[in-house]
Nanobody
Framework: QVQLVESGGGLVQTGGSLRLSCAASGRTFSSYAMGWFRRAPGKEREFVAGINWSGTSTEYTDSVKGRFTISRDNAKDTVYLQMNGLKREDTAVYYC????????????????WGQGTQVTVSS
């Protein structure tokens, strides 16, 4: 059974940092693209960051460029999201995602989902 388990969410002040982790199990995730999405209150889920199977290519939504960094450790089947300079508008439930079959990008592919972790940024 495929599982994605997120951790690292919490409450942080504006300008602070958090590091999200996503541990994958159930198949060889090192062969597939992974990423992070988020759903803010009252909004649809949106793409945040993605990384290809080898970790050599990353992509970000414009609002987080320069502040968030995605990385992966294939030996641990884990993907990370380092979030710096957090803003109130980053408040959301953050979801880890793994592509069903694509190696290059999770952004537009069919995906497995984690259960989500709450990130709350207060002023």
């Amino acid at each position: 059974q495929v599982q994605l388990v997120e951790s690292g969410g919490g409450l942080v002040q504006t300008g602070g940092s958090l590091r999200l982790s996503c541990a994958a199990s159930g198949r060889t995730f090192s062969s597939y693209a992974m990423g992070w999405f988020r759903r803010a209150p009252g909004k649809e889920r949106e793409f945040v960051a993605g990384i290809n199977w080898s970790g050599t290519s990353t992509e970000y939504t414009d609002s987080v460029k320069g502040r968030f960094t995605i990385s992966r450790d294939n030996a641990k089947d884990t993907v990370y999201l380092q979030m710096n300079g957090l803003k109130r508008e980053d408040t959301a439930v953050y979801y880890c995602a793994a592509a069903y079959a694509r190696r290059d990008s999770v952004r537009f592919s069919d995906r497995y989902w984690g259960q989500g972790t709450q990130v709350t940024v207060s002023s």
